[in-house]
């Protein structure tokens, strides 16, 4: 039995939450210049990744506080004229919904502090699903990730919904500091990401 395996087996709940604990002190660590030289390191392999050059639309968060910048792989995309979607949590639920954005104008303060897009209905955005033609690449947030693309998340279960019913390309981004060399605990329900871009 593998250690992948064998992490399913039990309750990892317990595992992720001390984990989550010890990479936000190590994201803390890293401190403002190391994440701003790290972010910059990771928005440059991004762009120029297959799977985000070939895409036609990028569904990405927006990121907050200590998270890996996405900002100017947004601005990157928009100077392509890739359309560019970010999510917006829906209230009750662990699901999100997508909206386009052209600019960082008109964003509303949303669940955990995070910026959304208003709830325009002319914006909302199709999630292109699996076996579908539509090009698009998806940036995926989370405190660590490992050799088999499985990710650390905050606990909201909101990718965990959304991974499988996108029908591209998935890349997580994390900070060399935050990578794991070890296995990270999973549940039968967690997706791997497609590419994990480490800076």
């Known amino acids: ?10 309750d990892t709940s317990v595992l992720k939450k ?3 604990v010890r990479m936000n ?11 701003a030289r790290a972010d910059a390191a990771i928005a440059a392999k991004v762009v120029k990744h297959p799977a985000y050059l070939d895409a036609d639309e990028v569904f990405t968060y927006l990121s907050v506080g200590e998270e890996v910048d996405t900002r100017e792989i947004i601005r990157d995309a ?21 909206y386009r954005i052209d600019d960082f104008e008109g964003l509303e303060q949303g669940a955990y502090g995070i910026e959304e897009p208003a709830a325009d209905p ?3 955005m199709e999630v292109p699903g699996p076996g579908t033609d539509v090009k698009a690449v998806a940036i995926v ?10 990710r650390l998340g905050y606990g909201g279960g909101y990718y ?15 900070r060399r500091q935050q990578w794991s060399e070890e296995p990270l605990n999973f549940d039968e329900h967690d997706v791997p990401v497609d590419y994990v871009v480490i800076g």
């Open 122 to 124: 002319a914006r909302l």
């Open 141 to 150: 947030p989370g405190y660590s990730f490992d050799d088999k693309g499985y």
């Open 1 to 10: 039995m593998s250690m992948y395996e064998l992490s399913v087996t039990g």
């Open 78 to 98: 928009w100077s392509r004229g890739k359309t560019v979607a970010v999510p917006r949590c829906v209230e009750g639920t662990n699901l999100m919904e997508w």
């Open 25 to 35: 002190g190590i994201r803390q660590m890293i401190g403002p210049e190391g994440r």
């Open 160 to 174: 965990d919904v959304f991974l499988p019913t996108f029908g591209g390309d998935s890349v997580g981004l994390c």
């Open 18 to 20: 001390r984990t989550r």
